[in-house]
């Protein structure tokens, strides 16, 4: 794509809805069935989904050597509440992507600022209901050249409200987020020049069991987002004046499909979902402020549809395992407006496959779960030298109190 404003070059503006933290390597085994079985992982979507799982302390280890991954969270039963604190989850938002401009990188550096993780608060109330409060900050200032009357300065942050409801019958959740940075610099060059993003978003999620019994659970699930984003960036003209160049979006997302889990005996249960459609659509458009110059960018991802398979199996007393598959089909879209008549348009149909295996291990009131890592399972573990992968690539700690 030729994009005439550099600007445009940045990465698109994304909140992430319902981003899930508890037991993932649970769900990555089973192929990730979000929605369709009952775990802890759903409360930062279903907050009030906290009173099924009062008792419990997590910890997960995402990727293999990245301390930073680790997140640890713990519930707290009070009377008729439920405290819930989560620290170290992630809020996918890198701000480099924001802020970093090769038309302004003399305002902001790479690695300033990290608001990808963040601290989060649950409290459960009356048995069903559950709110949630989440924020990370950050801020960084540093002199220019030594001069301690010059500095670079630059902060960002990021809040989320969310809310919800869960009876044995239904789920429901609202999250309401914010996210905002701003880069300065004092020198007479760029003392003129600024650069700051905001980001406002919504996420809706909703799940409905028609039929419950003690063999079988089938339900219907419904999620969606939507965003609005905006960044702008001052940057000198000819003559040494800010003109401030601008790019406004909006994206979201809506998906509905059923599931069900059926037992088929003491040892086995198989899950299965279905989404006969998701949409996807993600719309950018920037401007220059005293010009006519702009340029729209949009993408539009139609799913019809996917497909989720998992088995769990308790093998032995301690241990269980698991394999679960997720395959959808993608038609994608993308329509490229540059002005003056310059419109590029293309579209393809594409498959994604997802396969996972994973192991539980239950030691009395506490649970090891892991997904096995593939390079283990082709090749085996490298005992003499080499650069070994380990047995798994997620686990996940819980501990039942």
Not at 210 to 220: G, H, R
Not at 302 to 330: C, D, F, H, K
Request: glycine share 10%; proline share 3%.
């Amino acid at each position: 794509m030729r994009h005439k404003l550099m600007f445009f070059l940045i990465p698109a503006f994304v909140l992430i809805v319902g981003t899930l933290f508890a037991t993932e390597s649970r769900m990555a085994g089973l192929g990730f069935p979000y929605g369709y079985i009952k775990d802890n992982s759903e409360i930062s979507v279903y907050p009030g989904a906290i009173h099924r799982y009062k008792t419990v302390v997590i910890g997960e280890l995402p990727t293999p050597g990245t301390e930073t991954n680790w997140t640890l969270g713990a519930n707290m039963p009070y009377q008729n509440y439920v405290g819930g604190v989560y620290l170290n989850t992630a809020t996918n938002l890198n701000v480099d992507n924001y802020l970093y401009d090769t038309l302004s990188h003399s305002l902001y550096r790479l690695g300033d600022l990290d608001i990808s993780k963040k601290i989060q608060f649950y409290l459960g109330l009356q048995e069903k209901y559950g709110i949630g409060f989440g924020m990370a900050i950050d801020n960084n200032k540093d002199d220019i050249a030594d001069d301690p009357d010059v500095k670079r300065k630059s902060s960002a942050c990021y809040f989320d409200l969310s809310g919800g409801i869960s009876t044995d019958l239904y789920d429901a959740g609202l999250k309401i987020k914010y996210a905002g940075g701003s880069a300065e610099n004092d020198s007479p060059v760029y003392k003129k020049f600024k650069d700051e993003f905001y980001l406002l978003g919504l996420d809706l999620a909703g799940r409905y069991y028609f039929k419950q019994t003690n063999d079988l659970d089938l339900m219907y699930i419904i999620n969606g987002y939507f965003n609005l984003s905006s960044k702008k960036t001052d940057i000198a003209d000819m003559d040494d004046n800010p003109v401030e160049r601008k790019i406004d979006g909006t994206d979201f997302m809506i998906e509905a499909g059923a599931g069900l889990n059926y037992k088929i005996n003491d040892v086995n249960t198989i899950i299965f979902g279905f989404k006969p459609i998701r949409f996807v659509s993600d719309h950018k458009k920037g401007s220059v402020a005293g010009s006519d110059v702009s340029a729209e960018l949009t993408y539009n991802y139609t799913y019809v549809p996917e497909y989720n398979l998992a088995l769990e199996s308790s093998i032995l007393p301690w241990l269980t395992a698991r394999v679960g598959a997720r395959q959808n089909y993608v038609f994608y879209s993308v329509k490229d407006d540059e002005g003056e008549d310059e419109i590029e348009e293309d579209s393809s149909y594409d498959s994604e496959f997802v396969m996972n295996l994973g192991l539980g291990f239950n030691f009395g009131r506490f649970t090891i779960d892991t997904v096995l890592e593939k390079d283990f399972l082709h090749n085996g573990p490298d005992f003499i030298g080499g650069n070994g992968n380990g047995l798994a690539s997620k686990i996940s700690l819980t501990y039942s109190y």
